[in-house]
């Protein structure tokens, strides 16, 4: 799918996504009112235009995993970007969704 509408959509949602708080990518989806298209939001982030302004690092999966994908640049580059936010990243390189969670 390439929607230029909806990655346009899901990429004005990420960029509300508080530093030190996370969301899912289940979360952009129902956001931007397709909740059942969260696998084209990882395709969305995946394809970031805009990487320094588009905080693709604060999304994670629906059990707050760090993504394993290299959009920008894997989950160790992710769990330092979510760590310098104040997001404590566990050992098995997950994210407490109870304390970091963020929704519009």
């Known amino acids: 799918m390439q929607d230029p509408g909806f990655f346009r959509q899901v990429y004005e949602v990420v960029k509300k996504i ?15 009112g397709y909740p059942r298209r969260a696998r084209y939001v990882g395709y969305a982030l995946h394809v970031n235009p805009q990487p320094g302004v588009i905080p693709c690092h604060r999304v994670v999966n629906r059990f707050g995993a760090l993504s394993g994908a290299f959009a920008f640049g894997g989950p160790d580059v992710q769990k330092r970007l979510l760590e310098a936010e104040g997001v404590v990243v566990g050992d098995d390189d997950m994210v407490d969704l109870d304390r970091y969670f963020w929704s519009e």
Request: charged residues 15%; hydrophobic residues 40%.
């Open 18 to 32: 508080p530093k030190g708080r996370v969301t899912t990518y289940g979360a952009v989806a129902a956001m931007t």
